[in-house]
Structure formats: structure tokens, C-alpha cells
């Protein structure tokens, strides 16, 4: 009997299988009918010998196939954690910048199944980050007000390094993945491959300080959060000061390797390398006398995160000041962790002056010693001096900084020198000196002092209101008056003002109206705030001086300042911070300086001096939809040189004559930026300017701007008898 097979016939199972299966098919066929004793011996002994041949065969394809399989799945599942680990080195990246994110790795390999052969169960693997080890900087000192805390003296932090070790049965050097923040590597029995460091690079040194309590053995993908704990945004600058820096990291990266990495680092004088018992350290030299940009962080693995503890406090601004007698002055610091970053949420306190004419200081935002640092890990103190010196005093008062246990860590001292007379270059919280009787007062001739014809101002409001009106005369409010509150309105007037202490009007439907009649504002340095009432107004036929000053209107109104002469805004901050409102000022026959001025509006902003308008350095913004932001000059020029001008409306500077704009920065998110000069040129190197929609450009005489970028949405209009950009 023939049995034929069909050529479309589909063998799935193994190639073992299918041949024993035809060598039983064979034999079946050749004894198909009954034959001698000798004949059906033979078969069953064929029959067994090919079993036992195919036995063999699976057992050989078990003890050397098999395994080379196996070890090329676990080679496979390597591949894929490097990549699972440099996705990890990447989450690290961002939690140095400030951004949490989680990281996965699949930590064990699943071997396939194979018929007639044995696979081992899926493997596992290990998490975990190692116990703490130290890691020290000596020898670095830093410039500005951070020297105070990096002197040259060595800083000590505790670091750990993260590990992830798969559990292969196949691969004969099992392999180690680790991050020791500065450096990631795979580690075998016989050295390291795919190393990288990030500890120098030119004159940028960056210390990743890594923290975790992570011990877990698992066959699944494991999933972890990498946060910020401490986030290196920012560099410090430092150099030796005869002392070379040293660097030293605890590490498990051989000598060779760092030495390899490092080889062409032209900085790095001297690299030591000492051998431990738990763990190895490198220690880095630096070349002396340069300049370094030191950059520390924290990122915690698998933990929620907690604040770090201050570790030092510096002085911002307000030292060694100038203070009239009576006068506020505005201190600020920071306080930052041991990886010089800031910490928010900080308590910081304020002590007494040390001198027997001291003045008081307070927290800005609380009026008592003690505040918080903010997200930026700032705080704001206000001294005030005493109303009265003899001759020239100096003061000085400390702020320092609590840890979580209520200890003090750190102090700043800040001097001030008391002493009669103006200031050359006001800031927000110097005043000129004054005449001050100890209430609010008419200045008939104009002095600056109680003499005289000089007669009292009583407050004539009725109810909550607070009005003090000197009629035909300049009206005074000295510093002994101390800080104007209301929840009504509030009216300072007279044929000229000048305003010595903060004014504040706290209600729902107040205003404040600070009218000079045809007279001037002098208001150098104070705070005109209302908190959610109506408008604030500040007027006068001459001049209005308000440099150094801080004018907010916090609720549903508008702010307006309006004089007949010049207007003096240096240094000073004006902002509308609810919508649709407006910011104006306007000088209807003089010129406006608002020159290193922060200037904010959710509503149309506009600056107009009839003569010119100088906002160099300046920041102004406009953030509303559909707003305007408008730099007028019918007879003068516009300065803008270093300017920052951003808008979400149409921004539009028209002046008669030049238009500088050297360094500007100006930005509409949503529509225009038109830029005139009437009868001059517009000029400026170096400038950025930009619009959603049009920028449009047109100078009577001629447009500059060499190095400059100037983009919109196709192509910019720029119209001048002569353009080079």
C-alpha cells in the first residue's frame, strides 16, 4: 500500500518532531503485514534506536542551543534597559532644570518557550540606591555677596548612586547599570562601557547630588518619580584664591575611566584616585587663576520630596544706604540651601538697630520682624529711620535665617548711614530731607522747612475719609505722619505736594487723589497702593517726581498720572493688575523719564511726553487681549535702548523725532508692532523685534538696525528713503 502526502501539507511543529515523525511513518509502512519472528524484531529495534536518536538530538539542541538563545534574550533585554537607563539620565537632567517627571525600567527578562525544551521562569531584577557617601568642594571662592558662604572653605554632601542589576542566568559577566549622578556607566566584572561625565565641562563644574531609599527586587517594570529637590537653575561664579579648587566624588568608576573622560578637559590640572573599602574617590583638581561656573543640585528617586533647610543668607539689595532722617529704605535677601539654590518658605527674622539712634525695620509683608522667603526665596524688610539725627549716625540691623527647628543658621548685616540732606540718585525708600514738625503741614513759601508763615493741614474727611488740603499753599505730609491707611478715600492737596510716607486706601469703592493744583508732586521713593477700590489719580500743572516710587492699583479702576511739566519715573514701579483697566501717564508739555522703570498693565498702557519719552532699561508689559501698548511723543524723540516691551495687543511707539532702539526687546503675542518717527530716524543695533501679525517700521529719514531680528508673520514692512537691517 502507497501513502502519498500532499505538497501543501504545513509542518508546525519542531524540526526534531517532524523527523522522528517520518522515520515512525517509514517504518510503519515497511511493516504494514505480519512478517517472521526475525523480520518484526529488527523493526521494534529500528524503531527504538531512532527514539533514542532523536532523544540525543533534543538533549544536545538542550545543553548548547537552547542556552545561546537564552543568552541572546537576556543581550536583547540589556540593549533595551541602556535605553530604559538613558531615558532615566534624562528625567535626572530635567529635575536639575526644576521639572519632576517618573522613569520606568523593565527590570526583568521574560525568556520564551520552546517546545520539547526546557526556559528558565522570567528573571528579575534589583533597584536600589547605595548607602550615603560624601562629597567635598574646597578652595572655591565666590564674587558678590555669596563669598560670604563660599570663602575657600571646604563644603561637605552627602550623595548616593543608583543601581539597577538584572538577574541573567546566560550572559557570563553580569552586568550593573549605575548613575552616580556625575557619571553613568554599565558595569561588568572586567570594566565599564558607555561612560559619561558631567563634573567638568570647560569652566562649568556641576555636582548632581543624588537621594533615594530604593531596595526592590522585581520581574515587572518598575516605576519611579525623579524630582527636584534642590534645582540648580542657576550658576555661581568662583575662582581659587591662591588654593586650587578640589573636587572630590565618591564613586565606583575605575581610575582608567575617569582618567579617559577627562583627558580632554584642558582645566583639570591633577586627577587623584583613592580606593575604598565601600566605594572609591576621585578627587579633581582645577587650574588655578580662572573663573568657574559652579552649578549644584539635588534629585530625589522614588521619594516625595522635601524642602532642603537654609543653609546661608545674602544680601540683595539696600547695603550700606543713605537715609534721611525719617526716611523708609527697602532691604531684600535670599536665603539658599547648601547647594546655593533658593528655599522658599524660609523663616527669617529681623533684629533691632545697634545703635542708640536706631531705626526700626519690619517685614514688608507683615509689619512685624518675622516672614517667610517667597517661591524665589526672597523676603523684603523695611527700615525706618528715626525722625531726627545729630550730625551723621551710622546704623546697622541683621536679618537671619531659622532653620525647621527654629535654630538660627545664618545672619546678613545691613549698614546705613543717617545723616540730613537729599540723595543723588534716588532709590525706592530715600526721601529728601524735610521739615518735619510731626504733623502734616502748609509750606507758604516753598522752603522745604516749618518756619515762618507755615501753619498745621488738619484731616477735614468726614467719616472714614482722609483729606488734608493746604488750598493756595504746598502741602507737606512729613515722615513723622507715618503711613496713610483708609478703607475710604483719600485726598492730598494744594498748590503743590510733597509726600514723605506710603499711602494706602483699602476699601472697595476708595480712591486716591494726589492734586499739585498748578504746582509740582514730589513723592520720591514712597508706596501709593489701592487694594480694591476706585481710581488713582496723581496730577499737577508743573512737575511730578515719583522716581524710586511703587503706585499699584490692585482692583477694578484705572491709574493716571498727568502733569503740565516733567515727569520722573526712574526707578520706579507702576502696575494695574485687573483687566480692561488703564495705565496712563502723560506730560501734556514736558518729557517723561522712566528710565529702569517696571511698568505693568492688564489694560490699554500708555506713555506720552509731549517733549520725548526716555524708557532705557525699562520693562513694560501689557498681558490682556486686545489691548494696547502706545509710546507717544507729538514733539520729542523715544529712547529706548535696552528696553523690554511685551504685549499681547498692538504696541505702538509714534514719536516726531529719533526712535533708539539699541538692545530693545519688543514683542506683541497677538497682533501688531508699529514703530514711527515722524521727522527722524529709527536706530539700534542688536534689537529683537517681533509680532503675531505685522511689524511695520517707517522713518522720515532712515532705518538702522545692523544685528537686529525682526520677524512677523511673512515678511516685515520697513519704509524709509534709506533701510539697512
Known amino acids: 500500500m502507497t501513502h502519498n502526502t500532499p505538497n501543501n501539507t504545513q509542518h508546525t511543529h519542531s524540526p526534531l518532531r517532524h523527523v522522528l515523525r517520518g522515520f515512525v511513518a517509514g517504518e510503519a509502512r515497511r511493516g504494514s503485514h505480519l512478517r517472521g519472528d526475525r523480520r ?71 525568556y520564551p518557550t520552546r517546545a520539547l525544551f526546557v526556559s528558565p521562569a522570567a528573571g528579575s531584577g534589583s533597584l536600589r540606591t547605595t548607602d550615603p557617601a560624601t562629597a567635598r568642594i574646597s578652595g572655591a571662592v565666590a564674587t558678590g555677596e555669596t563669598g560670604t558662604y563660599w570663602d575657600g572653605s571646604e563644603h561637605a554632601f552627602d550623595t548616593q548612586q543608583f ?100 583627558a580632554d578637559e584642558p582645566n583639570v590640572r591633577s586627577i587623584s584616585y583613592a580606593t575604598g573599602a565601600d566605594y572609591n574617590t576621585l578627587t579633581v583638581e582645577l587650574a588655578p587663576g580662572k573663573t568657574y561656573d559652579l ?191 483708609t478703607d475710604d478715600d483719600i485726598t492730598l492737596a494744594g498748590e503743590g505736594v510733597s509726600l514723605h510716607v506710603d499711602v494706602v486706601a483699602t476699601g472697595s469703592n476708595s480712591r486716591i487723589d494726589i492734586d499739585a493744583g498748578s504746582g509740582s508732586v514730589a513723592a520720591v521713593g514712597v508706596s501709593v497702593t489701592s487694594v480694591s477700590g476706585k481710581d488713582i489719580d496723581v496730577t499737577a500743572g508743573d512737575e511730578i517726581d515719583l522716581s524710586g516710587a511703587s503706585v499699584t492699583q490692585g482692583s477694578n479702576a484705572d491709574l493716571t498720572i498727568e502733569a503740565g511739566g516733567d515727569i520722573d519715573l526712574d526707578n520706579s514701579g507702576l502696575t494695574v493688575t485687573q483687566d480692561r483697566n488703564s495705565l496712563a501717564v502723560t506730560s501734556t508739555n514736558g518729557f517723561v523719564s522712566a528710565r529702569s522703570a517696571d511698568i505693568s498693565g492688564k489694560g490699554d498702557v500708555r506713555i506720552d511726553g509731549a517733549d520725548g519719552v526716555d524708557l532705557a532699561g525699562a520693562g513694560l508689559s501689557g498681558v490682556k487681549d486686545n489691548t494696547d501698548l502706545e509710546i507717544v ?11 523690554v516691551m511685551l504685549g499681547d495687543g498692538d504696541i505702538v511707539v509714534d514719536a516726531e523725532g529719533n526712535v533708539f532702539v539699541v538692545g530693545a526687546n519688543i514683542a506683541s503675542a497677538k497682533t501688531d508692532v508699529t514703530i514711527t518717527s515722524d521727522s527722524g530716524m529709527v536706530s539700534g543695533r542688536e534689537a529683537a523685534i517681533s509680532a503675531e501679525d505685522d511689524v511695520v517700521i517707517t522713518a522720515a529719514t532712515r532705518i538702522y538696525l545692523p544685528n537686529s531680528a525682526i520677524e512677523d508673520k511673512d515678511s516685515p514692512e520697513l519704509n524709509a528713503p534709506e533701510v539697512e537691517v
Do not use: C
Open 40 to 110: 518484526g524484531a529488527s523493526a521494534i529495534l529500528g524503531t527504538m534506536l531512532a527514539f533514542a536518536l532523536v532523544v540525543s538530538l533534543v538533549a544536545m539542541v538542550q545543553v548548547s542551543a537552547v542556552p545561546a538563545w537564552n543568552q541572546q534574550t537576556e543581550f536583547e533585554h540589556l540593549t533595551a534597559a541602556e535605553t530604559d537607563f538613558a531615558a532615566f539620565d534624562e528625567s535626572v537632567a530635567k529635575a536639575v532644570d526644576g521639572r519632576g517627571t517618573r522613569s520606568t525600567l523593565d527590570a526583568g527578562v521574560d
Open 163 to 262: 543601581v539597577y542589576r538584572p538577574d541573567y542566568r546566560y550572559l557570563q559577566s553580569e552586568p550593573s547599570l549605575v548613575h552616580e549622578g556625575t557619571a553613568q556607566y554599565t558595569a561588568y566584572g572586567g570594566g565599564e562601557v558607555g561612560a559619561t561625565q558631567s563634573l567638568v565641562d570647560g569652566t562649568k563644574v556641576s555636582l548632581v547630588f543624588l537621594e533615594g531609599d530604593i531596595d526592590t527586587a522585581t520581574g515587572e517594570a518598575a516605576t519611579f518619580s525623579v524630582v527636584p529637590l534642590s534645582a540648580g537653575t542657576d550658576y555661581i561664579t568662583v575662582t581659587d584664591a591662591g588654593t586650587p579648587i578640589t573636587i572630590s566624588v565618591p564613586t565606583r568608576l575605575s581610575e582608567d575611566t575617569w582618567r579617559a573622560l577627562l
Open 295 to 485: 552649578r549644584l543640585s539635588r534629585v530625589g528617586i522614588d521619594t516625595p520630596g522635601a524642602l532642603q533647610e537654609p543653609a546661608y543668607i545674602i544680601d540683595v539689595e539696600g547695603d550700606n544706604a543713605v537715609v534721611p532722617p525719617g526716611a523708609t529704605h527697602r532691604v531684600a535677601v535670599e536665603v539658599r540651601d547648601a547647594q546655593n539654590n533658593p528655599v522658599p518658605n524660609a523663616v527669617v527674622k529681623a533684629s533691632p538697630g545697634l545703635t542708640a539712634e536706631s531705626g526700626r525695620i519690619v517685614a514688608r509683608d507683615t509689619g512685624t520682624i518675622s516672614t517667610v522667603t517667597d517661591a524665589d526665596g526672597r523676603a523684603t524688610f523695611i527700615y525706618t529711620a528715626t525722625s531726627s539725627v545729630d550730625g551723621v549716625v551710622s546704623d546697622e540691623f541683621d536679618v537671619v535665617v531659622e532653620d525647621s527647628a527654629g535654630a538660627n543658621v545664618d545672619r546678613v548685616t545691613f549698614d546705613v548711614q543717617l545723616r540730613e540732606g537729599g540723595v543723588t540718585d534716588p532709590l525706592r525708600g530715600l526721601v529728601a530731607a524735610i521739615g518735619d514738625p510731626g504733623f502734616v503741614y502748609a509750606d507758604v513759601d516753598g522752603n522745604g522747612e516749618f518756619d515762618g508763615a507755615d501753619y498745621r493741614v488738619n484731616n477735614t474727611g468726614t467719616g472714614g475719609d482722609i483729606v488734608y488740603d493746604a488750598g493756595p499753599d504746598r502741602l507737606v505730609v512729613p515722615p513723622s505722619t507715618r503711613t496713610i491707611v
Open 633 to 643: 511723543s507729538a514733539r520729542g524723540g523715544a529712547n529706548l535702548n535696552g528696553v
